[in-house]
């Protein structure tokens, strides 16, 4: 018997994970005679055995596998024998991959039906592609750096960090020739203008989804970096939600032209990579911008315990963004507050557009500080955080902030987003399921944090707070 056996093939979220004994070696799926190959997102090869993930969705070449029957190349036997289908319904076309395991082969059967598109999203492709070419005919330079966002109203955040880096080097401050396109309500004179900076551009940094630059194909030499809004890999997103309401389209172009992914840690590079559809090795663990000046301590004015509330959306975007503020008991939290000398400081996720509906009785001990656009701005202030499903817990774990799950809704989240780890083993603090028992957690400071320095470890083992100094170390070498 050969050393080198497949023990199971399943597939979860978007990938097909092939795990077995001894080592995985050349592992790849090949169509019409290894003309065609389909090859690994990643390889896991351990003393126990290994793993192979291959990307269904955007694995070839940044695209789904073609139709056709795709077989298992491996040396080795096969002694798995599950049989799995996954389909990945979307807004308009529709994503079938079978599997088929038996003793002698593993095979994939793609069956894909391309999403339709209307007549005016086509005329606007057409118009935005003749702009974009016609700057990339009239470039002059190559030094030309665009920082460019359709979620913010000016440069903040990571962007901003990156920026105030590269101001810090005479040398490249001279050099680069840099531009900006902000805006936080895009309309197509806004999509004409980023059309043509996105084609003059040589590095295009962006920080979240930002779909007019999904549109072109780009020299080899541009460089697309992405910083992304958010720490860590915690609820799932991009193409790891395929499938699921409001999720990207299988086909679609959305974020596979980055050459760059920046994230927080060596351990989440994977689950970038896949949310992406980008290969590892454009994936780089650098640590987040933003959190580079988190280490320093900011002395509140007050002597009030301060809770910072701060949930995520609910909802598939910005136009359904909502949270259900009738799952909060106001009445009875600001009465905790003034019993306990305690304040809570509420920060909506920027997608919300309702005032959280604090009375005037409550404004003593009640604030809603949700115009500001960066939570890390109040975060220092905390004493604790009160979240749900938002990548806040990243930046409060690297302050050794302890932190409650108001969670409410745990069942219905996992099954419309879902999570890359188990929710109730992955979160560094007290999960709570109903107001009450937030109430009480709050009264008794029964929060679980012993819990936060493990997920800091694991999640920053390495960061040194120079992430913005060795994000342009890399695009700007």
Excluded at 129 to 155: C, E, G, P, W, Y
Excluded at 327 to 339: F, I, Q, Y
């Amino acid at each position: 018997m050969s050393k080198n056996v497949i023990t199971s093939a399943y597939i979860k979220r978007a990938l097909l994970f092939i795990c077995g004994k001894g080592k995985s070696g050349d592992i790849h799926f090949f169509y019409k005679n290894e003309k065609e190959r389909f090859t690994p997102l990643y390889n896991d090869d351990g003393e126990d055995g290994f793993t192979a993930c291959f990307d269904l969705a955007s694995g070839y070449d940044k695209a789904p596998i073609p139709n056709g029957k795709w077989v298992l190349k491996f040396d080795g036997e096969i002694e798995a024998d599950s049989i799995d289908s996954r389909d990945f319904s979307d807004n308009g076309g529709v994503y079938r991959i079978e599997l088929n395991c038996n003793n002698d082969e593993i095979s994939l059967i793609s069956k894909l039906s391309p999403t339709k598109v209307n007549l005016t999203v086509k005329c606007a492709d057409i118009i935005l592609k003749t702009i974009f070419h016609a700057a990339k005919m009239v470039a002059k330079s190559n030094d030309r750096v665009l920082f460019t966002s359709q979620s913010r109203k000016d440069i903040s955040g990571n962007e901003k960090d990156i920026l105030d880096e590269i101001l810090k080097r005479d040398k490249l401050k001279n050099q680069l020739k840099i531009k900006f396109s902000f805006t936080d309500k895009p309309n197509f004179k806004y999509y004409i203008k980023t059309a043509w900076m996105l084609g003059q551009s040589e590095t295009i940094i962006i920080d979240d989804y930002h779909p007019i630059v999904y549109r072109f194909n780009y020299d080899k030499k541009v460089k697309i970096a992405q910083l992304w809004h958010a720490c860590g890999a915690f609820k799932t997103f991009g193409y790891s939600r395929l499938g699921k309401e409001g999720s990207l389209r299988f086909d679609s172009n959305a974020h596979r032209c980055y050459t760059h992914a920046f994230v927080s840690g060596d351990g989440i590079r994977k689950y970038y990579a896949e949310a992406f559809g980008i290969p590892m090795e454009c994936v780089y663990a650098t640590g987040v911008p933003r959190c580079d000046n988190l280490k320093s301590t900011t002395k509140k004015d007050t002597d009030k315990f301060t809770i910072l509330f701060a949930p995520t959306f609910r909802g598939n975007g910005k136009e359904s963004a909502h949270y259900p503020f009738e799952m909060l008991n106001l009445d009875k939290l600001a009465d905790v507050c003034r019993e306990n000398n305690m304040q809570v400081i509420f920060k909506m996720h920027p997608f919300i557009k309702e005032q959280v509906p604090i009375s005037d009785r409550h404004k003593d001990v009640l604030f809603d500080q949700s115009n500001l656009r960066e939570v890390n701005d109040i975060l220092n202030y905390a004493d604790l955080v009160i979240t749900d499903y938002s990548s806040l817990i990243y930046e409060a774990a690297l302050l050794d902030k302890p932190m409650l799950f108001y969670t409410f809704d745990l069942d219905e989240y996992i099954a419309t987003r879902d999570f890359y780890e188990p929710f109730e083993k992955f979160v560094p603090g007290k999960i709570v399921s109903n107001f009450d028992n937030l109430i009480k957690a709050i009264e008794k400071k029964e929060f679980d944090n012993d819990k936060v320095e493990s997920f800091k470890q694991f999640n920053f083992s390495n960061y040194k707070f120079d992430a913005a100094k060795k994000i342009v170390d890399i695009l700007f070498n």
